[in-house]
């Protein structure tokens, strides 16, 4: 698996992440009431949404519930005082935003 992840293109190491983050997303919000309760599944989900920043997400419905998402881990991280992963899902988090946003 490893060979052939270095043999894929950034572009399609990128669109590799975004898809098995959003699935992973998308199979969890069945699952779990809006995130409350953030599992190490949905951190790994936000981690590969995260990687896969590069792939140029431009949907604005999608860019919102990524920086939610991101945000929802961060307060979740710094509850167990893990500060310096909170500030990262926070800053990941904030750059799914645009400078037009309302947030």
């Known amino acids: 698996q490893q060979a052939v992840y270095e043999l894929m293109s950034p572009k399609e190491r990128a669109e590799c992440h975004f898809q098995n983050g959003a699935k992973m997303i998308s199979a969890l919000s069945c699952c779990v009431d809006s995130h409350k309760e953030l ?3 949905t951190f ?3 981690d590969q949404i995260n990687i896969a920043k590069s792939f140029g997400v431009t949907d604005s419905s999608m860019c919102t519930q ?15 005082f893990n500060f310096m992963s909170g500030l990262s899902y926070i800053e990941n988090g904030l750059s799914f935003l645009s400078k037009e946003s309302k947030w």
Request: hydrophobic letters at 50%; a negative charge; proline letters at 0%.
């Open 39 to 41: 599992g190490l599944i």
């Open 44 to 46: 790994t989900a936000i």
């Open 66 to 80: 990524f920086a939610e998402l991101n945000l929802k881990a961060g307060e979740s991280s710094m509850e167990k």
